[in-house]
């Protein structure tokens, strides 16, 4: 089943959750330029950053895991692009598995329900697992890792390629990597608190490759995506396409907002067992509290994140626009005034 081409439509009808969060404030923005009657679906639309609060769009207030208000907010939208995750190094397993995974399966049967068939779901080259990668593409299997966020990331695109097997949705999944750009409070923001607390390290001295995916990067895939009847059905990862390490990323950033570089390093095999004995004892004390070391948070900064990104260039046309450092100083200059008034 396709539905028709849509390229050069400027009336797109455009329903947006997670528009709170990172991507989802960029995506909002992105189909707002674009001339999209967009709609969001938050849970507080205070929590809306001022630059998608001045747009004045749509807001629905509901949750995934309420499938009434699923309902209400997708009444008479054509396209869903479906943001809303809990991303997180650590926390309790059932609200990853009720926010990723039963989260999807509502919107489905809400898709479903109402009729709005086009769903571009955001998701992750976690699904692939974490342990390194080479100029991979699309095609490797799935790799379940037992950290939350991955495995449950994991588990919501298969409801999202069963339901298009089955008619019930005309699905396009994208898989960004390592997200940076404004409004990121999860990978450079940790790292820089890392360096102003000098707990940052390198692994085998950084010279893994990062896997950087500027956020307007992705928006920009996103828009293609929807408006290209080649991409139904297709998965796509999303990269800057670049050869940028994590130590090329660490130094820059010492660089840009005067900081000390990292002196100590460790084996990438010394801070995996640190990560794991270190999960294992808040797992067994059942602290609610992020450890210092996870698996997750290891594997970022420690293996190689190379893909090729070919399958997005040949069929959506995605060509990088933002690329690291060139685009750094937005992302500095949002740090400066965001961060340190937070503080």
Not at 71 to 92: C, F
Not at 196 to 203: D, G, I, L, T
Not at 215 to 220: A, G, K, P, S, T
Not at 273 to 295: C, H, Q, W, Y
């Amino acid at each position: 089943m396709h539905l028709r081409n849509r390229q050069e439509r400027n009336d797109m009808k455009t329903l947006i959750t997670g528009a709170t969060g990172f991507i989802g404030s960029h995506i909002a923005e992105a189909c707002a330029d674009k001339g999209w009657e967009v709609k969001l679906l938050v849970r507080d639309a205070g929590r809306l950053p001022d630059e998608v609060k001045k747009l004045s769009l749509e807001t629905f207030i509901g949750d995934v895991r309420d499938a009434e208000s699923l309902l209400k907010a997708m009444k008479g939208m054509e396209l869903i692009v479906h943001s809303a995750a809990l991303v997180g190094e650590w926390g309790d397993p059932k609200d990853f598995y009720d926010i990723n995974v039963q989260g999807m399966a509502n919107m489905i049967d809400a898709a479903e329900k109402t009729g709005t068939k086009r769903l571009i779901d955001i998701s992750s080259t976690s699904v692939h697992g974490y342990e390194g990668f080479n100029r991979d593409t699309e095609d490797m299997p799935y790799k379940k890792t037992g950290v939350l966020y991955s495995d449950t990331k994991l588990e919501a695109e298969k409801l999202v390629w069963e339901a298009h097997a089955q008619g019930r949705v005309i699905a396009t999944t994208i898989r960004p990597c390592m997200v940076w750009g404004p409004r990121d409070r999860a990978y450079f923001t940790k790292i820089i608190e890392m360096l102003k607390k000098r707990r940052m390290m390198y692994v085998n001295g950084g010279k893994n490759i990062a896997g950087l995916s500027h956020v307007r990067n992705i928006c920009d895939a996103i828009l293609l995506a929807a408006e290209k009847e080649e991409a139904q059905g297709k998965a796509f990862i999303i990269t800057d396409d670049s050869d940028v390490t994590l130590r090329e990323v660490v130094e820059k950033l010492c660089e840009s907002l005067s900081l000390k570089k990292p002196i100590f390093g460790v084996s990438h095999a010394t801070a995996k067992l640190m990560s794991d004995v270190s999960e294992r004892i808040f797992r067994k004390l059942g602290a609610k509290n992020t450890p210092m070391l996870t698996r997750m948070g290891v594997a970022c900064v420690s293996n190689n994140f190379s893909f090729d990104i070919s399958r997005a260039k040949n069929i959506l046309g995605y060509a990088p626009r933002y690329t690291f450092p060139g685009a750094l100083p937005e992302y500095i200059a949002w740090h400066k005034s965001e961060i340190s008034k937070e503080k």
